[in-house]
């Protein structure tokens, strides 16, 4: 199976300040990996790395052609709330933006991907919110249409920074239920960071733990059975952590 | 490329701001004084940001002559940094009193705080009789300054006096002549004193003498109006600018463009090539001819 | 005479109907532009790139040169250098604008000194007003008007992107950095040929005026740039007759329409009548 | 002579002495109150206000008025007016400084026009030059700068508290008007007086300039406010000795000084020295 | 007893946009109340009206006099991830601006401030980044810093917006327990909004539950027993977030 990508011994710094070092690892179309590792680990700065917004200080990444160019990849960065209040853009707008990256030219809309839009503004539960100003919408609506700019135009690759931070349970449920599906029935491939260590566990498939290097890269179900998971979080963590797995063990 | 590095002489150094008491100067002196012009040719008094040698250079200088607070209101603080030996000549010296209003208000003894009284023309050097009167304000002023020399100033003072009085005449006997005595003027109107001297009608799209007021439409449209009724399609702009409303005003009518020199300042050429306000005067002279008469 | 008789007899005049068409389509390019602008916080671009167009006169004049024709590629060179100020130097928009304005009215003011002079009063060689504007210049601006909205119209879409998330549109292959020069590119030529044919006063005011406007009551980008647009021409059009009507100074009305249109916009919202 | 003696020769003279002094307190007060406008995206506002005093000028000259009176009050209230703006209209600062400095553009030309015109260049009736600071301006710029100092020194945590985040600034008990309304009417007063006794271009620089210069280099707030002060001095320093020994003028050269400081500062950041 | 503050028939709007009305309840001193309710229910809305950052429509908040003028409240933005990261602020900068609520006049700082900053970085963890840029940090980072920024003052009252969204698990869990430190030994009255409500559930002792009006308010433990959990967050809920009680009854 060829890979989706392939970061090989990636360095990454801010001016002077290493983040992280010789990261390598590749991820297979249909993964669904989920990120995790302290703050300060070097998540963000990896993803931005493997979007192309962080320029590596060695090592490189090599993409499979179907997302190189970047036109099948959606997005969602850790700083979801929008700080410009004051911009005027309605949420359908925002979300539309999305859908930018498969045209040509210049990139004008017709009558379907205003229906892709409402479509995905429904299954995220804020289709009521499409006419609002962006800068209008609380934390949590705010993350949900940025998710729905990420997921609009069917990428093959999501990456999600942190998504379901704001988002209240009811919708986060739902919302990891979306997830798995366009992993498991379109062959999405998904990258999820999150400190939510349950959700990783209980949703994702694989796990990539980050502390400035790579601590684990494997099932999720294998980090339960090895040491890592109660040296990182402590002796409850197999209980609280490996929820899914606790329970069928019990 | 400094002035300061002019070999040393024993001559009066004279500092002036514009053009006309540049020429009068070197009229009055000759070579007993070295004159220089303080702002460069074709910079507006905006732009104009004199370096700390223009500085030491007025305050090393014998004399500094300018016209008046309301042509040059930065010369006061030209002045204000001198300390104590310079001799400074307001050039338009007894002409503000001529043409002083009745309801002219005093001075309320805080010259920071004086402005520009309204209708009152800066530019008294476009009519001869003023000019004869600035003569004698900067023969006066060289006169004290280099006394050995004075009775020089005076006599050579007398003669460019004369020249003016045969200027004046011939305006007078030009324009007694004219078919009209319409002005019409594409710029700020800086020959107020002239018109005034020889009764001439003057139109222009400006209000004010200073560059601050935007034209209205309504002017322009006179000003056509002017033109189309005009015997001789003329329309006069100003110097040193670029003539954009005479152009259209040109362009709707068919009008013949004319230079009018006011004489504040003058291009880097003419300055170098040594021109005369007389010279200007007498272009001015056939300019306004040409718009005045049949040919 | 009435105040539509009036009007009638204003649009007689040559100069007149060149302030309408020209003014119209120097508002809409600046109306398009000028959404970018304000939301990018250029807002002062007009002003700033006014005083680097200073900068390039006095050196036409020094190197015997055509004004406009070394104006414009050094004023696109500047807004060049407040790009890429605001991004290398991360700087907001508007402090790269002080910089480079402020470094070139100094360097305006040396070369004036150096050259001890020019020939012709720099600023009027610059400033143009909306009443005076030559046989060529009408030529020229209705040309690159007409490249400007154009272009703004074709890229409209990946503008937008851009201007609200840059980051998000180079995740999704967007060329941002092409686009953020074309909008340097646009922006530097309607400020330059603006500058000269109406004047700072007006270029700057079409700037931020309209959009601003836009923004007290529009919700959406595409209506906020419709709305500054319509609002930006429409001032264009009502100052030019007012003035002639009540005789007074064409582009100062023009900007006084516009004050009072955003009063109006601002007191609908303040009023929360939309 | 040597360079040396050419500056001890620049120091016997009065009007140098005085530029030194009244342009080192002018610098010192930019650099403390133009970190606090950098950051707040009001670095333009040395240039709205002076577009503002344009207009307080003419509407002196109308009603025969002193202009410094008629200036600084009304120069006071266009900075609320900016502050209020970015308030009540939601603007960002450079769009509210944009509207009120074109606004004021066109009235102050249109009281020109209603005047039927002044006959002395409004422009120059405004503008200092470094050079040639009265007698009296002296003392007025002393004492004002003194004051405006020991203000910002006495108010400076709290200043930063506003700057850096206003909701919590709000939620701490501070009065934030009170702080933003402090901030407006320095900043007016430092602008106006400098604008009349050094000149707008020089006002302008001195704001953005070693904030800017400041921030390439410094991580911290009090550090950045720390070097701006010591780099505004210093180029006005090396500024008027310059522009002494080689004859140019002195409010652009010390502009120059700023810009290369600038350059400085900008290429540490990027080679990482620092 | 005396109640610390009390909202009486408050009612919010942005605009011609109602966002809550009717609300009417009081918080004791010493009480640790977590807010929950669906994304856009007025979580924040409310908090920034009971920290005065958005003016009642209609009815009031009565405080009482330790409390009143702010002098002693600290307050943690939903919004904490700094959006201007160009802005020229050391962490330890941003965490003693904390301090200066309890200053007057000038409000210089001395040797005892500082060492009160380093302590609260030193306990959430941060201590090493004192000198950092603040827009040079992670995302965790930065709500820890802003964190440390609403606690260095040892207020009466913490008043925190989803304080843990972007936490990592370790920290999440040590930030918790010295909350309830706070609140058990000092006495600290603890508003936290959260959409955690596993956390909410085993760290605070009282709920308040929104959408856009009051739907529960009262012990965590009675939210649990009546049927209300069950009606928002379906059947598993009760498992699921009644964490302690449900292992408590079994
Ligand atoms: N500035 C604003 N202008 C207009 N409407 C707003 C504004 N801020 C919030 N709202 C609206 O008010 C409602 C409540 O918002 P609020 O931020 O209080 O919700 P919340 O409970 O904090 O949600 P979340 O869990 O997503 O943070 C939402 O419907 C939102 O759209
Ligand atoms: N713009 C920046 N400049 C300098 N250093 C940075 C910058 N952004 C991040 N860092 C540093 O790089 C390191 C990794 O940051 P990153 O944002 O990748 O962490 P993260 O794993 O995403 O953390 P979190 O869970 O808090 O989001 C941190 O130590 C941070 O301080
Ligand atoms: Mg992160
Ligand atoms: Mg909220
Ligand atoms: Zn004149």
Redesign the pocket.
């Known amino acids: 199976m060829t890979h989706l990508f392939v970061v090989d011994n990636l360095a990454l710094n801010?001016?002077r300040?290493e983040?992280?070092s010789s990261i390598t690892f590749a991820v297979e179309p249909g993964d669904y990996i989920g990120v995790a590792?302290?703050?300060?680990?070097?998540?963000?700065?990896?993803i931005?790395a493997i979007l192309g917004l962080l320029p590596p200080a060695a090592g490189n990444i090599t993409y499979d052609p179907s997302i190189a160019g970047s036109r099948s990849v959606g997005y969602l960065p850790?700083k979801a709330i929008q700080s410009d209040t004051l911009f005027p853009a309605k949420v359908k707008e925002v979300v539309a933006m999305g859908l930018l990256a498969h045209k040509r030219g210049a990139r004008f809309f017709n009558a379907s991907d205003y229906e892709k839009v409402e479509a995905v503004l429904s299954k995220l539960g804020v289709a009521e919110l499409a006419d609002k100003k962006i800068g209008s919408l609380s934390g949590g609506q705010q993350q949900r249409v940025l998710l729905a700019r990420a997921m609009v135009s069917s990428p093959r690759l999501l990456v999600l920074?942190?998504p379901t931070s704001a988002l209240d349970p009811k919708i986060r449920e739902e919302f990891y239920e979306l997830l798995g599906q366009l992993n498991e029935q379109d062959g999405v491939t998904i990258l999820l960071?999150s400190?939510d260590m349950a959700s990783i566990g209980k949703y994702t498939k694989k796990l990539l733990y980050?502390d400035r290097q790579i601590v684990f890269y494997g099932s999720y179900d294998e980090f339960c059975v090895s040491g890592e998971m109660g040296a990182y979080f402590g002796p409850l963590s197999q209980h609280q952590f490996c929820w899914r797995h606790s329970h069928d063990v019990h | 490329a400094s002035r300061s590095q002019v070999v040393v002489t024993k001559n009066l150094k004279v500092v002036t701001t514009l053009f006309p008491q540049y020429d009068f100067v070197r009229q009055i002196a000759g070579d007993k004084v070295d004159v220089s012009l303080l702002l460069p040719p074709g910079v507006e008094s905006h732009a104009y940001e004199p370096s700390p040698r223009d500085i030491v250079d007025v305050q090393k200088a014998a004399v500094f002559i300018y016209t008046g607070k309301n042509m040059e209101p930065w010369a006061e603080k030209i002045i204000q940094a001198s300390q104590g030996k310079l001799l400074i000549i307001d050039s338009s010296k007894g002409i503000e009193l001529m043409d002083e209003d009745d309801d002219h208000e005093e001075p309320d003894g805080d010259d920071e705080n004086e402005h520009g009284h309204d209708g009152e023309d800066p530019h008294i050097w476009l009519n001869p009789i003023y000019a004869q009167k600035m003569v004698d304000n900067i023969v006066a002023g060289l006169a004290q300054a280099d006394a050995k020399n004075a009775e020089l100033y005076r006599s050579n003072g007398d003669v460019y006096k004369q020249k003016l009085q045969v200027l004046d005449d011939k305006f007078l006997e030009t324009f007694a002549q004219a078919k009209t005595k319409q002005i019409i003027y594409a710029g700020h109107f800086a020959f107020g004193h002239f018109a005034t001297r020889y009764g001439l009608e003057h139109i222009s799209p400006y209000t004010g003498f200073a560059p601050d007021a935007e034209p209205t439409p309504q002017r322009i449209a006179e000003l056509i109006e002017n033109v189309r009724d005009s015997i001789r399609k003329v329309i006069y702009y100003e110097e040193l600018v670029d003539p954009k409303v005479a152009k259209v005003i040109a362009e709707q009518t068919g009008a013949k463009m004319l230079l009018l020199h006011a004489a504040h300042n003058v291009s880097k050429e003419d300055l170098s090539s040594g021109i005369t306000y007389l010279e200007i005067m007498e272009g001015n002279l056939q300019k306004l001819q040409e718009g005045f008469s049949g040919k | 005479m009435t105040y539509i008789e009036l009007a009638f007899e204003a649009l007689q005049y040559d100069f007149i109907r060149r302030a309408l068409l020209v003014g119209s389509l120097i508002a809409l390019c600046c109306a398009f532009l000028g959404t970018f602008l304000v939301l990018r916080k250029l807002s002062m671009i007009g002003d700033g790139l006014a005083h680097v167009s200073f900068a390039t006169v006095a050196l036409a004049l020094l190197l015997s040169a055509s004004p406009l024709l070394v104006s414009i590629p050094l004023v696109i060179l500047a807004s060049f250098a407040i790009l890429g100020l605001s991004e290398k130097a991360e700087l907001h928009g508007d402090a790269a604008i002080g910089l480079v304005s402020s470094f070139s009215i100094a360097v305006g003011v040396l070369i004036a000194s150096i050259a001890k002079g020019f020939n012709v009063d720099l600023m009027s060689y610059l400033f143009g007003s909306i009443l005076v504007i030559s046989q060529s210049d009408v030529i020229i601006s209705v040309a690159l008007s007409v490249v400007v909205l154009v272009i703004v119209v074709f890229f409209f879409n990946s503008l937008f992107a851009v201007t609200y998330d840059e980051e998000f549109a180079r995740v999704m292959g967007f060329n941002t950095r092409f686009l953020n020069y074309l909008i340097a590119v646009l922006t530097s030529i309607t400020i330059a040929l603006g500058i000269r044919v109406v004047g700072t006063m007006l270029i700057s005011s079409l700037i931020v005026f309209p959009t601003v406007t836009a923004l007290q009551v529009a919700k959406g980008f595409k209506m906020t740039i419709v709305i500054s647009a319509f609002v930006s021409v429409a001032c264009v059009i009502i100052g030019v007759f007012t003035s002639y009507i009540l005789n007074l100074p064409t582009g100062a009305t023009i900007v006084l329409a516009n004050a009072v249109t955003f009063a109006l916009s601002f007191s609908i919202r303040r009023l929360r009548i939309v």
Request: aromatic share 4%; glycine share 18%.
């Open positions: 801010y001016g300040h983040v992280m590792g302290p703050n300060g680990s070097g998540k963000t700065s990896l931005k850790q920074d942190e960071v400190h980050l």
